[in-house]
């Protein structure tokens, strides 16, 4: 992460699901590698709403921990040349519940798995899609635009703090020398509250100033609700602005690759701040 920080180079993954698929990015030295929702969500067939167990994340890290161990010990044998391990960047949606919830699977991946950054973001549990897919297909309607609904804003401050405090405890009671950073999502952009108030990106930046400011966040994503570049641009400009503290900023590619319009190139994002894409 200072390495992208300094050199202006985001550090880049993709969504890995299957020991191949993490044994090709391995040995291809990505330093990324995503436990995305999305993609396990897909292999059962199902849509991006949060319907598999809590405990699917860890049993992926502790496989892909395996496969990425295995093939850097199979390469080395082969060839005497040390492959770098990719980091681990694990998906758990809401924190799948409330605080509690949230708290309890952090712990998990802290003290049980390598993975090394947790992204939490602020979509209704309950109620969750696709950070970013935001046309109605679940319900059939793809001909129209409907808003995310997440939570306040306080509720999402809450269970940052927990999974904040779970990976330390987690961390120190497994006897690990790094603690898993917490990646804080908000999907504000495009999102809605219960009483149908209707939020925008600057609800998302302010999303990120107080995960910051009151809990302590160093790394956020926000989702945008297009695929072009000045949204990006302004959220991290006003949020660098606001919160000098905050280390740097994550990137979702995906709307921007599957939409096929306005292009956001690495180069534009690492000079706005931007440390990490997938």
């Known amino acids: 992460i200072r390495k992208a920080r300094e050199t202006k180079v985001p550090l880049t993954g993709f969504g890995v699901l299957t020991a191949e698929e993490t044994k090709v990015l391995t040995i291809m030295g990505f330093p990324i590698a995503y436990f995305s929702g999305w993609r396990h969500a897909s292999s059962l067939g199902v849509p991006d709403i949060s319907v598999y167990g809590s405990h699917d994340a860890v049993t992926w890290a502790l496989a892909t921990q395996y496969a990425i161990n295995m093939t850097r010990h199979y390469f080395y044998q082969h060839t005497r040349k040390n492959l770098k391990s990719p980091y681990l960047l694990v998906d758990i949606e809401a924190g799948m519940g409330g605080p509690n919830q949230t708290w309890n699977l952090a712990y998990k991946l802290a003290s049980l798995t390598t993975a090394a950054i947790l992204h939490i973001e ?7 899609v696709c950070g970013h897919d935001v046309w109605a297909k679940v319900q059939g309607q793809t001909n129209k635009k409907e808003p995310k ?28 020398p ?54 990006p641009l302004r959220l991290a400009e006003q949020v660098f602005k606001r919160a000098p503290g905050l280390e740097g900023l994550f990137f979702n590619v995906s709307p921007n690759q599957y939409k096929n319009q306005h292009p956001v190139r690495s180069k534009q994002l690492a000079e706005a701040g931007y440390i990490g894409q997938f």
């Open 122 to 128: 602020n979509q209704d549990p309950a109620d969750k």
């Open 149 to 176: 609904l997440v939570i306040p804003r306080k509720q999402w401050l809450s269970k940052l703090a927990a999974a904040q405090e779970a990976v330390e405890v987690g961390a120190r009671d497994s006897h690990k």
């Open 178 to 231: 790094g603690i898993p950073y917490i990646l804080a999502r908000t999907d504000s952009a495009d999102g809605i509250l219960e009483d149908g108030t209707l939020l925008t990106l600057d609800d998302a930046i302010e999303d990120i100033v107080a995960a910051h400011e009151i809990v302590g966040i160093k790394y956020a994503w926000a989702e945008f609700n297009n695929s072009g570049i000045d949204d």
